[in-house]
């Protein structure tokens, strides 16, 4: 009964692929988020999606397309995958939009770019 | 942009003494959180402080906030060898819907 799941854990990829990375929350909140985690552990926003609607994009290249299909499901597809895109994305949800709710964190995708 | 900034980057302590984490910050926020990251895994939120509260405690938790000096600190008291994780502090800024998160401090509890 994991509350935010992340699919898959570990991706290993080559530079110019294309990818996906699921996630999906049961605990019926009605906004999800994507960061994204450097190797300095630095967390960032990358997108934020309230009742299946975009409501932050964080100035991420396009080759980064999120979509929503629900409310409990948020995936992000890459395309194009270069070597800086190497880092751990985390899936996130909370019940209101922005922060002002704690937020739910899945366990990440480690993402190796060769 | 980066907002909080975490001090110290790095921390060592024995078990059963206490730590206390930093964080700067530099707009005006609505609240403040504080998470744990243990190795490998995802965060954990451990608690919300708002911005028109000065203190805020859970369990061995205490959490301060002065919105004058744009800082909170985080004190883990009695700590013990399974605190050993990375804190981070996140702000929800006035206006921006979303938490932007410090850099992180790295605390190792040795038992």
């Known amino acids: 009964d994991t509350a935010v799941s992340q699919t898959p854990k570990y991706l290993v990829t080559q530079m110019g692929n294309d990818k996906s990375i699921k996630c999906e929350q049961n605990l019926g909140h009605d906004t999800m988020y994507w960061y994204k985690q450097d190797s300095k552990k630095f967390l960032k926003i990358m997108f934020s999606?309230?009742?299946?609607?975009?409501?932050i994009n964080e100035t991420v290249p396009n080759r980064f397309s999120p979509k929503s299909p629900d409310k409990a499901h948020l995936n992000l597809h890459i395309n194009s995958l270069e070597l800086g895109d190497s880092a751990v994305y985390f899936c996130a949800s909370s019940q209101g939009a922005g922060g002002q709710d704690e937020q739910f964190f899945g366990p990440g995708t480690r993402l190796t770019v060769l | 942009s980066q907002q909080g900034e975490e001090d110290p980057q790095a921390l060592s302590i024995q078990e059963g003494e206490n730590a206390t984490m930093n964080c700067s910050y530099k707009?005006?926020?609505?609240?403040l959180q504080w998470y744990r990251q243990n190795s490998g895994r995802g965060l954990v939120h451990l608690i919300l402080i708002r911005s028109n509260e000065r203190e805020k405690h859970s369990g061995r938790l205490r959490v301060t906030l002065d919105t004058s000096k744009k800082s909170s600190s985080l004190l883990i008291t009695a700590s013990r060898a399974a605190d050993t994780a990375s804190y981070f502090c996140a702000t929800s800024d006035t206006g921006r819907r979303a938490l932007t998160f410090g850099s992180g401090t790295r605390l190792q509890v040795q038992p």
């Open positions: 707009t005006s926020i609505n609240n």
């Open positions: 999606y309230n009742n299946k609607e975009l409501i």
